[in-house]
C-alpha cells in the first residue's frame, strides 16, 4: 500500500483544499461525491486525480478523479476504497482534499 502514497513535498503550501464528510455507506463503497460548491470553485484546478491528506502524517493518498459526462458532478474514484479501507472510515468521517 505504501506504494500508493505520494510525498507531501509534492504538493504546493498554496493548493486548493476543501473537506468532505462520508454521509452513508455508499460514500464509503462507491465513491464519495465532492461537494457541489468545491466542484464548481476548484472545478479548472481539478485533474484526472487529486490528493487526500491524513491528519498528522506527511503523505498524501492519489485518488482518481471521476467526472460526469454531462461535467456539473466530480468523485473519489480509483484509490478511495483502499484509502477508506486502509483507514477504516466510517459514516460522519471527514475527509480533507488538497488539490
Not at 17 to 24: D, H, L, N, P, W
Not at 35 to 61: G, H, Q
Not at 80 to 99: D, H, I, P
Request: include cysteine.
Amino acid at each position: 500500500m505504501a506504494s500508493s502514497i505520494a510525498r507531501r513535498a509534492l504538493i504546493p503550501e498554496d493548493s486548493p483544499s476543501f473537506c468532505i464528510k462520508i454521509v452513508t455507506d455508499n460514500d464509503l463503497r462507491d465513491g464519495k461525491e465532492l461537494p457541489e460548491m468545491a466542484v464548481n470553485i476548484y472545478r479548472n484546478c481539478m485533474e484526472d486525480s487529486i490528493f487526500l491528506k491524513v491528519p498528522n502524517y506527511e503523505t498524501l493518498w492519489p485518488i482518481e478523479v471521476k467526472k460526469s459526462a454531462h461535467g456539473g458532478r466530480m468523485w473519489l474514484h480509483k484509490g478511495w476504497q483502499e484509502f477508506a479501507n486502509f483507514y477504516s472510515l466510517e459514516q460522519g468521517y471527514l475527509v480533507f482534499v488538497m488539490l
